[in-house]
């Protein structure tokens, strides 16, 4: 077994195998959708303040509006092609990001962490359960053939 350890710390640690194993690879998708686009959401709203569209005292509703639809989207990644169990897969996506989006605003000093944090964590955990409500959607049906199927004729003894 020394060996199993030794290759597996090779290709990215026992740790992440670990964490892989118990949140699957849809899991981390997710959470790391979640991040990208509440980042890429934030962004666009720090500049809209410096451009004077957005005032500054709607930083919290607009950081809150893209952490609910970061979260929302993240989630839809992380349940895509699941049958049943949505909400949990939904909800651990939220949870694997919700750690490091705190460890991202506190060390970027983010005002609207310290001032709207119980609000931003509302609205992660909102838009993940949306997402998970709404389920993966129905399964698609498998096509048919438009054209019959080849039927071979039966062997007479």
Known sequence: LPCIRLEKAARGGLFMSVLGAILGKRTWLGACAILLSAAG???LGALLVVKGVLPETGTLA??????????????????????????????????????????AGVALGDPSFREGGLYLTAALFAGAAAAGLLG????RKK???????????????
């Not at 609910?68 to 897969?89: K, Q």
């Not at 993966?136 to 399964?139: D, E, I, M, Q």
């Not at 096509?143 to 007479?156: G, L, S």
């Open 41 to 43: 959401g934030c962004a």
């Open 136 to 139: 993966s959607g129905r399964p």
């Open 62 to 103: 607009w950081s809150c509006g893209c952490w609910v639809l970061a979260s929302f989207a993240g989630a839809r990644l992380a349940i895509r092609g699941r049958g049943e169990g949505t909400l949990p897969a939904a909800l651990a996506a939220a949870l694997a990001a919700y750690p490091l989006a705190w460890l």
């Open 143 to 157: 096509r048919r053939d438009p054209r019959a199927p080849i039927r071979k004729p039966a062997r007479r003894k």
